[in-house]
């Protein structure tokens, strides 16, 4: 029987125990903050972006690769990119071969893996590159291949260097979730352009003092973090191309050239040119 979680419906692919896709655009599906009972596999090849987790707020950089537990509540890896964007998303559930399956002694190791997945696992580059590849070809494989391998590839990632996000938060109710996602539609859809606290208090169907209460629970950023944070994404998108740092300042909504300094360094570490000259590099 099909699982379906508040607002993600996680469907096993067909003819399999699990589900193994491919996103080749940004953004393909329309719940952006979402959780689902499921653990998740996530590997990007390339790119940067925002990675919120629960109550963790952060960004990777040159990809990602990821293992999280059940009912964490996270923001699609895909939210607000606007470059070429390519995502392999596995997702499996506790009793995958079965109640008790992780019990037998051979599965010890994978066991506690999931155990230290549950807030969230980020994998060090150098696992990313060794195992990402393995793991972007889950999806053509067939049924049983599939299950073989990623029970390998999860065998691989135990005692792997990485990063325990400790992000595990109780799933908020449908209800929030669903205005949660109306705001993020909206941001989505108007960013870089500027965008009101009225206007997202509307689609939350909330006054705004008790929208940004809201807000702030949910993401643990103010409308104004998070807003900022989403155009330095854009902009470290924008850096890769052939345009001055100026123009890529005001592309990604930023009015004052130093505003938009101060706002990247402070979330990236870097200024707008030395991202730029890494990048080259």
Known sequence: ?????????????????????????????????????????????HG???????????????????LLGP???????GFGQRA????????FRADLLGPGWLEAPELGPVRSLLQQAQGGLVFADAVRRSVGPQVEQLPELPPWERLLSLLA?????????SLGLEASVPA????????????????????????????????????????????KKMTQRTVT????????????????EDVSITEVGYASGFLHLSHFNRLFRRSTGLTPSAYRARLAV
């Not at 940067?48 to 990821?66: A, N, P, T």
């Not at 109306?182 to 500027?194: E, I, M, W, Y």
């Open 172 to 215: 908020p109710p449908p209800l929030a979730q669903q205005r949660l996602n109306r705001v993020l539609t909206l941001l989505d859809q108007r960013l870089p352009k500027p965008v009101s606290v009225v206007e997202l208090a509307d689609a939350a169907a909330l006054s705004v003092p008790a929208f940004c209460r809201f807000f």
């Open 48 to 66: 940067s972006g925002q990675r919120q987790v629960g109550r963790h707020v952060g960004r990777y950089d040159q990809g990602e690769l990821l």
């Open 153 to 161: 590839i999860l065998g691989q990632l135990v005692g792997a260097p």
């Open 84 to 91: 070429p964007f390519r995502e392999v998303v596995v997702q």
């Open 1 to 45: 029987m099909i699982k379906r979680a508040t607002l993600e419906a996680v469907e096993p692919t067909p003819g399999s125990s699990l589900a193994a896709f491919r996103h080749d655009v940004a953004n393909p599906c329309p719940v952006h903050w979402h959780y689902h009972p499921e653990y998740e596999l996530v590997y990007v090849p």
């Open 225 to 240: 973090e998070f807003i900022n944070e989403w155009r330095v994404q854009h902009a470290c998108l924008l850096l890769r």
């Open 71 to 77: 009912h964490v509540p996270h923001l699609s890896y």
